[in-house]
């Protein structure tokens, strides 16, 4: 099973920046669907965006316009560049995907937007 590790989260004030990474074990050339979810306390684990094998990518409304996930094949990475940052994007963010029918997680990366 392909182990994700996360990393880039930290603290960020309101209208900032960052970028996650997601680092694999192994290739993911091969494999199509990647993302990120997000888990806030208190609420459920929710969808921010996910990106396939062919480029193409689907993103969570809250996010759109702001968010912009990517790959990077050669060096089995995923990232995640969120802009405009707002305090309702803390949160637990998490790596993620499904090789042949098994589901991966990180153990996530902390965000937090302050104002």
């Known amino acids: 099973q392909v182990q994700l590790v996360e990393s880039g989260g930290g603290l960020v004030q309101a209208g900032g920046s960052l970028r996650l990474s997601c680092s694999a074990s192994e290739s993911i050339f091969s494999i199509n669907a990647m993302g990120w979810y997000r888990q806030a306390p208190g609420k459920q684990r929710e969808l921010v965006a996910t990106?396939?094998?062919?480029?193409?990518?689907n993103y969570a409304d809250s996010v759109k316009g702001r968010f912009t996930i990517s790959r990077d094949n050669a060096n089995n990475t995923v990232y995640l560049q969120m802009n405009s940052l707002k305090p309702a994007a803390t949160a637990d963010y998490y790596c993620?995907?499904?090789?042949?029918?098994?589901?991966?997680w990180g153990r996530g990366t902390q965000v937090t937007v302050y104002s």
């Open positions: 993620w995907t499904v090789v042949a029918t098994r589901t991966s």
């Open positions: 990106v396939t094998r062919g480029g193409s990518t």
